[in-house]
């Protein structure tokens, strides 16, 4: 068991990657024909933005490629892999029990099953209030700067029920034990 568990977190970066981004957004992304122009306007702000570095750097190939990495590729991937680490930490949980078909409800799933983190009003406004998930998770057109008015309901109605944690990097270190 120890060399499959080894051997999927070496694969963990490279799955959100290749599946996520590659093929969820890129290869096959919506059908909505906004979605399409979204994508359109995003990658042409790419290129434009790639072509001013190598206008900026007077097309030399190699200080290009190492300002392209240090403004676009490191901080991408280290987002990607901060967002995998926020989902997982709401999602997969040891006070969480795991549900057949079966014994699952949108109860279970919506407040039962997802954790909520409370971190610095401040820091979890620059993240759109998602650490505070449970609202998420029961009404996803929910606005982010109302998903503390949200939760605040909840907590009056099922307070025994939410999953609620201090600390990310604690929760982190015990799930991932």
Same mark, same amino acid.
């Given at each position: 068991a120890?060399?499959?568990a080894s051997d999927v977190y070496k694969r963990q970066g490279i799955y959100i990657l290749v599946k996520m981004w590659f093929f969820g957004l890129i290869k096959n992304p919506a059908p909505f024909k906004k979605a399409k122009f979204d994508i359109i306007l995003v990658l042409s702000f790419l290129l434009?933005?790639?072509?001013?570095?190598?206008?900026?750097?007077n097309f030399q190939i190699l200080n290009s490629l190492i300002v392209l990495l240090k403004i676009f590729i490191i901080p991408f991937i280290f987002?990607?892999?901060?967002?995998?680490?926020?989902?997982?930490?709401?999602?997969? &949980?040891?006070?969480?029990?795991?549900k057949n078909e079966k014994e699952w409800t949108p109860y279970y799933g919506q407040i039962l099953a997802?954790? &909520?983190?409370?971190?610095?009003p401040i820091l979890n406004f620059f993240f759109l209030n998602i650490f505070v998930?449970?609202?998420?998770?029961?009404h996803t057109k929910i606005p982010f700067y109302n998903l503390n008015m949200a939760f605040q309901e909840m907590q009056s109605i099922t307070k025994e029920d939410l999953v609620i944690k201090e600390s990310i990097w604690e929760e982190f270190r015990r799930s991932t034990k």
């Open positions: 120890e060399g499959v434009f933005q790639i072509s001013l570095v190598f206008y900026l750097s987002i990607q892999y901060f967002i995998a680490i926020i989902v997982y930490l709401q999602h997969i &949980n040891p006070d969480i029990q795991w997802t954790t &909520n983190f409370f971190i610095h998930h449970s609202p998420h998770h029961t």
